[in-house]
């Protein structure tokens, strides 16, 4: 287990904190694809191109095209395409296709609805609408790069503010890990155990 001892001249955050989402990134491999999928299925508006035959953050000898789509706060996805990068190595295990993704809001529960529908009128596999837990409704499919999206609307008003509950729950989520490490228990079970427990906070 990884020592995190603290650091003793760390010093407090002087009150930064991002203000919204500029972008999100990833690499495509067919801009035309993503292109006509961000604009006309989504709806964004095309919001900024870059291409150059380096990187200009670390100097990479990578040739490609930037593009950005913007959503109704400003925020943008965006994505790079460049050629003669081979695709990318099968995760380890079907989990990491499930859990990364990206979510964008809806504005209400119909919205959420119109856009399953859409989605599916386009040939989309769409899964959902889900209820999570009283918190948000959402639905699940993938861009034609393969990137999973999520479209999402708050159920509960205060859905990003349950700040109390959520150091609890890390606080038992690292103590469960924890002690099934020092114990040298299967650490999945121990933690599947607890969270029959604690599923009893959202039984209805
Ligand atoms: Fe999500």
Known sequence: MQATAPRPLARANPGLVPQMLNHAAWV????AATADFYTRIMGMELASTIF???????????PYFHIFFRMADGSTLAFFEAPGVPPPS?????????????ALQARDRDEVLKWADWLRSNGLD????????????????????GIRLEITTPIDREWN????????DLARWLECKRRAE?????????LKAMIGEVRKRYAA
Do not use: M
Request: no cysteine; proline share 11%; aromatic share 10%.
């Open 52 to 62: 150059d035959d380096h990187v200009p953050s670390t100097g990479d000898d990578f």
């Open 90 to 102: 099968k995760p380890s295990h079907p989990a990491y296709d499930v859990f990364n993704h990206i």
């Open 182 to 190: 020092r114990e040298g228990r299967d650490v999945p079970t121990a």
């Open 126 to 145: 769409v899964i959902g609408p889900v209820d999570h837990k009283g918190i948000i409704l959402s639905i699940y499919f993938h861009d034609p790069a």
């Open 28 to 31: 495509t491999p067919d801009v």
């Open 161 to 168: 503010r349950h700040t109390e509950q959520g150091y609890a």
